[in-house]
């Protein structure tokens, strides 16, 4: 599956700017490869002490900040998990904010969080291995809105893409 068969339908707009980082092209699965590559060969770069820096005392390390992609990615794929079973269920919405401080990411170390990251990104592989087009087009409710199991897959590239960017622009 490619990212271009999601019609603007399948998700809230918020989620847009996401999506419209990923390339029309993007393969699901080797998207996902390409993105653990990318993330690992930037966090790799950072020096062990560069990763509780904030650009600003209120904004989050950048261990914070990955531990917020490991975070979202758990929430998001267990949203497409619930909707490609074909989950009528609503699913709720998170505040991320309120998962920061109790994540303690800021006491892990980099090789610690490159694991968790890894570990995590590798378990949405399988998962989105074990499930078909067929299931990846359903549509169910989450956060509030309507959202097919692949757009919620998509999101997760295009939030990692987001949130590399303002690592390379705000932090580096």
């Avoid at 699965?29 to 820096?53: A, C, R, T």
């Avoid at 968790?116 to 409710?141: H, M, P, T, V, Y």
């Amino acid at each position: 599956m490619i990212k271009s068969v999601i019609k603007s339908n399948e998700h809230h707009e918020y989620y847009t700017r996401y999506l419209d980082l990923v390339d029309e092209n993007t393969e699901l699965i080797s998207g996902y490869q390409k993105g653990k590559e990318v993330m690992l060969d930037l966090l790799n770069s950072i020096p062990e002490e560069k990763m509780s820096y904030r650009y600003q005392p209120e904004k989050w390390s950048i261990n914070e900040l990955i531990q917020h992609l490991i975070d979202a990615e758990r929430i998001f794929m267990y949203r497409c998990f619930r909707i490609a079973r074909n989950d009528k269920t609503a699913l709720a919405g998170f505040e991320q904010d309120d998962y920061i401080k109790p994540s303690e990411a800021d006491s892990k170390t980099k090789a610690e969080i490159i694991e968790e990251f890894s570990i995590n990104r590798d378990n949405s592989i399988a998962l989105l291995k074990s499930l078909s087009d067929k299931n990846l087009s359903f549509i169910g409710n989450a956060n509030g809105g309507d959202a097919s199991a692949r757009s919620i897959a998509y999101t997760v590239l295009g939030h990692d893409m987001w949130h590399i960017q303002i690592i390379k622009e705000r932090y580096l």
